[in-house]
C-alpha cells in the first residue's frame, strides 16, 4: 500500500500570501494518478487538480499542482478567505487507492 | 451537470447490516466506475471499493473484503453499498464518487452518516 504524508499538519496564512502543500509518497506513482482535494466542514471533498497539475471545471489559476515519482506540491497564490479548509492528496498508481492525511489550511 | 445524490443517515446497532443507495444524474451512469469511501471524524477519506455500473463487476478493499457487498440497479441509475457485521468503528461518513480523469473523483455524493451504537 502506498502511504501519502502531508505535510505541515496546519498552515497558518494571511490573505493575499502564497501556500505551498506537500505530499510524499512511500513509493513511486505511478501513471501520474495524484489529485488534490479540498473540503470544507460538513461538505463532501471536492476535486482540485488531477493528473498531479490540471485543474479540474471551474477551479481558478490560484490553484497549480506540480511534482514527480513520490513528491508532489499543491500551491495557492494570493490566498482568499474562502480557501479556509483542509486539503487531501490522492493516489490511485497502486492498489489500493489511499488518501493522506490531510493539511488544514487557516486564513488570519 | 453530474450529481450524486444518497440515502438519509442511519443508526445501527453492532453486528447490525446497512445499505446505502447512491442516485446518479446529469451523466451516463454506465460510463464510469462509482466507488465507495468513507471518512471517520478528523480522519482522509478511506477507499472501500469500485462498482462497473456497465458489467456489475467489483473491486473492493482486501480490509472490507467479505464484509461488503457493491451492487447497482441501471434502470434507475442507482448504486448501492451494504456492510455487514457493524462496528462501533464503523462509525464515518460514507460516500459515493464518480471516478473521472486521471483516476480522480468527480463529483461526490453529499455523504450518508452511519452511526453504529448500542
Known amino acids: 500500500e502506498i502511504v501519502l504524508t502531508q505535510s505541515p499538519g496546519t498552515l497558518s496564512l494571511s490573505p493575499g500570501q502564497r501556500a505551498t502543500l506537500s505530499c510524499r509518497a512511500s513509493?513511486?506513482?505511478?501513471?501520474?494518478?495524484l489529485a488534490w482535494y479540498q473540503q470544507k466542514p460538513g461538505q463532501a471533498p471536492r476535486l482540485l487538480i488531477y493528473?498531479?497539475?490540471t485543474r479540474a471545471t471551474g477551479i481558478p489559476d490560484r490553484f497549480s499542482g506540480s511534482g514527480s515519482g513520490t513528491d508532489f506540491t499543491l500551491t495557492i497564490s494570493r490566498l482568499e478567505p474562502e480557501d479556509c479548509a483542509v486539503y487531501y492528496c490522492?493516489?490511485?498508481?497502486?492498489?489500493?487507492?489511499?488518501f493522506g492525511q490531510g493539511t488544514r489550511l487557516e486564513i488570519k | 451537470q453530474a450529481q450524486l445524490v444518497q440515502s438519509g443517515a442511519e443508526v445501527r446497532k453492532p453486528g447490525a447490516s446497512v445499505k446505502i443507495s447512491c442516485r446518479a444524474s446529469?451523466?451516463?451512469?454506465?460510463?464510469?466506475?462509482l466507488h465507495w469511501l468513507r471518512q471517520a471524524p478528523g480522519q482522509g477519506p478511506e477507499w472501500i471499493g469500485w462498482?462497473?455500473?456497465?458489467?456489475?463487476?467489483?473491486n473492493y478493499a482486501q480490509k472490507f473484503q467479505g464484509r461488503v457487498t457493491l451492487t447497482r440497479d441501471t434502470s434507475i441509475t442507482t448504486a448501492y453499498m451494504e456492510l455487514s457485521s457493524l462496528r462501533s468503528d464503523d462509525t464515518a461518513v460514507y460516500y459515493c464518487a464518480n471516478q473521472a480523469s486521471m483516476a480522480s473523483f468527480d463529483p461526490w455524493g453529499q455523504g450518508t452518516l452511519v452511526t453504529v451504537t448500542s
Open positions: 513509493q513511486s506513482v505511478s501513471s501520474s494518478y
Open positions: 462498482i462497473n455500473p456497465y458489467s456489475g463487476g467489483t
Open positions: 490522492q493516489q490511485y498508481g497502486g492498489s489500493p487507492l489511499t
Open positions: 493528473g498531479i497539475s
Open positions: 446529469g451523466y451516463r451512469f454506465i460510463e464510469n466506475y
